[in-house]
């Protein structure tokens, strides 16, 4: 045994316990063929005559080069290969305390195609390699560590302990494949790289726990607890550059760009924190039907500060087939890491009143230069109400139904905004100092949600024959909207155009509308000593786009959708199951895009 609670009052045994685990994911293709031009621009202000004569010149080219429409983007999932192993084990010390352990290790190779660059997009393509642009392609070669150590057991007074060590490591580094630093050109030509480093990020945390818990009730059948824990955590950050190639601009007279930068040495970051924590939990019963919890945790952040947290719920036993329950707490999360530190650049080029120069496009750091220049306060952290409510029925012997409905408010949400740039008087004005950069965005604070919904689950179980048919009917019912102001940069006015900037439309679209708002599964279980099928419906509910533009990228709603899954077991032996089966049998997709407008000129049409 490793984890949960200790064997006690009777022998524990030493285990040790391996898993291994592998799975591959290819490439799902989901595009379209593409319809817009590959070698020509056609100019914004062209006239009809000219904009088909441009087409019909570039469709001439498309043929003598045989260019194919209907490879150039998967538009679907990238390929992964999943590898890991897990390692348990548990140690008995005597009769009233044991050792426990976890090793893991995950590597999750992948590959995802980045978006075509096309040969009309002259300043980004070296001709010499890439006569008929290039498909990027993006490679991550993550790798996650984890080991979890203890010791655990009860004293003589009935005090149950755990001292707990736990460390994991994330590493992610990243490689642009089948692409070019077009500002090679001119120095390199054909021996121009087409594969590059782009450097490497790495989260690491340590977690050390102390745990006390005991039962208070001497009455047999009443619930009586106390717990009571600290606890002590260090988190690193590291952003490692890529390749000098991979970001460097060898053009000095910006005729061409970065097609994809990677990280540079002005994004490396080395940074950590400590977090310190205790908290306090007491459940009792009152007089056999009334069922009380209260809870309190404190958390002091060594970059951030201290937050009191606390919550209490209750059950009360209506009788034995009905409960109700209830719950209410504040919440509070804390600026991870990378919100704080993380940063990237593109480096590409401008046209100002046809004078073409080097320029920057930057998702700064928070506490950066031109982060302060924008007057972006220092990121505060998301603090959270929840209200919950529901009930607990039997209905019968064989069913169980539980209801729960629930209201949560988040204030002060962080989100990435969109790129104030140089088109706005106002950020010319503070991007001054700041001469390369013409476009910044940033981690900020700056909307408020709430969500509200419903759970409903049934729960059936019926012996027939020497068989069990297990059902269940479950449904999620939810909505999330944003309240009050959505928060401006503090050197720039709060009206529409840089509050749409900082969180448009289009992202609040995805953030009310992304997300199905109902689903609901029904399943059926079939068992048998050794033979058992299971059937899943699930029913996906509407889901929507809003764009920034409605008046050039029209909004778009999608329809519910039902995936039917299908699996067979077989149990031969106690200690081997078989299982076979497939998702969404029936091959269900989703609505195609409907407007032609919206699919990237034919490429997405999901």
Same mark, same amino acid.
């Given at each position: 045994?490793?984890?949960?609670e ?16 592998f ?35 570039d ?8 260019f ?11 390929k ?68 979890i ?6 004293t003589?007074n ?82 490692l ?45 009152i ?22 947290? =606390? ?21 509070f ?26 320029s ?9 230069p ?18 919950s =409510? ?32 140089t ?10 100092p ?5 476009s ?12 509200k ?42 009206d529409s ?17 992304g ?7 029904f399943?059926l ?7 058992g ?18 008046d ?55």
């Amino acid at each position: 045994r490793a984890g949960g609670e200790p064997m006690l009052g009777r022998v524990a045994r030493t285990l040790l316990n391996f898993c291994a685990d592998f799975r591959f994911n290819d490439y799902t293709y989901r595009g379209g063929t593409y319809t817009g031009t590959v070698y020509k621009n056609i100019p914004n202000n062209a006239t009809p005559t000219a904009a088909a004569k441009l087409k019909a010149e570039d469709d001439s080219l498309v043929r003598v080069n045989n260019f194919d429409r209907t490879k150039l983007s998967n538009a679907g999932s990238p390929k992964i290969t999943r590898i890991g192993a897990l390692l348990n084990g548990g140690y008995p010390i005597g009769k009233k305390a044991e050792l426990f352990w976890t090793a893991a290790v995950n590597s999750r190779p992948s590959r995802a195609n980045a978006g075509y660059t096309y040969p009309k997009n002259a300043n980004r393509i070296n001709p010499l390699l890439f006569p008929n642009g290039f498909l990027s392609i993006t490679r991550h070669k993550p790798i996650d560590i984890s080991g979890i150590a203890g010791v655990k057991g009860e004293t003589a007074n009935g005090w149950r302990w755990e001292l707990t060590s736990a460390y994991g490591n994330s590493t992610d580094k990243y490689y642009q494949d089948n692409t070019n630093n077009a500002t090679q050109f001119y120095t390199l030509g054909k021996d121009a790289p087409t594969s590059f480093d782009l450097g490497t990020l790495t989260y690491g945390q340590l977690t050390n726990n102390l745990q006390f818990s005991k039962s208070l009730s001497s009455e047999p059948g009443r619930s009586s607890n106390i717990s009571m824990g600290a606890e002590w955590r260090f988190e690193h950050y590291r952003i490692l550059p890529g390749e000098e190639s991979g970001y460097t601009n060898y053009d000095s007279l910006a005729r061409k760009q970065v097609a994809y930068g990677g990280w540079s040495p002005d994004n490396a970051v080395n940074n950590s924190r400590n977090v310190g924590s205790a908290y306090i939990d007491f459940e009792t019963e009152i007089a056999r039907r009334f069922l009380v919890d209260m809870a309190a945790r404190y958390e002091n952040y060594s970059d951030f500060g201290g937050n009191l947290a =606390g919550k209490i719920a209750a059950r009360y036993k209506l009788s034995d087939a009905l409960s109700i329950r209830g719950s209410v707490n504040n919440g509070f999360r804390a600026p991870s890491v990378p919100q704080r530190y993380y940063s990237t650049t593109n480096r590409g080029l401008s046209n100002i009143r046809g004078v073409i120069s080097a320029s920057i496009s930057a998702l700064f750091r928070n506490d950066s230069p031109v982060a302060q220049a924008f007057g972006i306060p220092n990121l505060d952290a998301e603090r959270s109400v929840n209200v919950s =409510g529901g009930i607990t029925a039997s209905l019968g012997k064989t069913i169980r139904m539980t209801v729960d409905a629930y209201w949560i408010q988040i204030k002060n949400r962080i989100v990435n905004s969109g790129g104030f740039d140089t088109t706005n008087r106002a950020v010319k004005e503070i991007l001054r100092p700041f001469p390369e950069v013409t476009s910044a965005s940033f981690y900020v604070n700056a909307i408020n949600k709430k969500n509200k919904g419903v759970d409903i689950v049934l729960n059936g179980n019926w012996k027939i024959k020497k068989a069990n048919l297990l059902a269940t009917l479950a449904g999620n019912f939810t909505q999330t909207r944003l309240f009050g102001d959505i928060k401006a940069a503090g050197k720039l006015a709060p009206d529409s155009i840089n509050t749409n900037i900082l969180f448009n439309r289009e992202a609040r679209g995805r953030l009310e509308h992304g997300q199905p708002d109902s689903k609901i599964v029904f399943s059926l279980n079939y068992k048998t000593n050794k033979f058992g099928v299971l059937v899943r419906n699930t029913r996906f509910g509407e889901t929507g786009t809003r764009f920034k533009d409605p008046d050039f990228n029209p909004d778009e709603n999608f329809s519910p959708k039902i995936l039917t899954d299908l699996s067979f077991s077989y149990t031969p032996k106690s200690w081997l199951t078989i299982t076979a089966g497939a998702n969404n049998i029936l091959d269900v997709y989703p609505d195609p895009i409907q407007d032609i407008r919206n699919t990237s000129e034919g490429v997405n049409i999901y």
